[in-house]
């Protein structure tokens, strides 16, 4: 898990304006929430934060005000064609604090010879880990699986001190076998067509 230093400046200024404004000097307007405080409003640097936000889960240590805070992102907006941030909302954390979200599923190895295809069911699953401690993504392996075959959420190995959050039984991947077109039907069709 990475952890990723930010400053963050305390705003007073709020709307629709203000917004834009912040956004127009390459900041994004946020909100840090959690542990029983009143939310407190800042402003984040855009591109450093752009950067952070690119590996799952991310822990960011904000300097706000001369004060360390730990805080994970809880919500992203982002422009719809553009894709640059409009808003963030980050929860605070503490070392030691368990919390609960959501990890990428990464399959590894090869599946047995044949026409077989994997579906991943969930892409993610939810898991329960220290906040400074939680995991960018769970591997699982695919070695030698034929159709049929199915990985439950119980099935996944997790890294030390992270518990599964998401059902037990829940498909996580199963291996389908390939859809053979019908030479049949395409016979039939040139048959009808030389008619």
Not at 139 to 160: N, Q, R, T, W
């Amino acid at each position: 898990m990475s952890e990723v230093k930010l400053a963050a400046e305390v705003r007073t200024s709020f709307g629709k304006g203000a917004a834009r404004t912040i956004r127009r000097e390459n900041k994004v307007p946020g909100v840090i929430y959690g542990h029983g405080t009143e939310p407190v409003h800042v402003t984040l640097p855009g591109h450093d934060l752009l950067l952070a936000l690119r590996t799952p889960n991310v822990l960011l240590s904000l300097d706000l005000d001369g004060k360390n805070e730990l805080a994970i992102p809880k919500a992203v907006q982002r422009d719809a064609i553009k894709g640059f941030l409009v808003h963030v909302d980050l929860l605070l954390v503490k070392k030691g604090e368990k919390v609960t979200v959501e990890v990428a599923v990464e399959t590894e190895g090869d599946l047995a010879p044949g026409s077989f295809l994997v579906e991943n069911v969930l892409n993610t699953i939810s898991v329960e880990a220290e906040a400074t401690h939680i995991p960018t993504s769970v591997s699982v392996s695919i070695e030698g699986l034929e159709a049929g075959a199915a990985i439950h959420a119980k099935d996944i190995k997790l890294p030390a001190g992270t518990t599964l959050a998401t059902d037990p039984e829940a498909v996580v991947i199963q291996i389908l076998a390939a859809q053979a077109e019908e030479p049949a039907a395409e016979t039939e069709d040139a048959e009808g067509a030389e008619a």
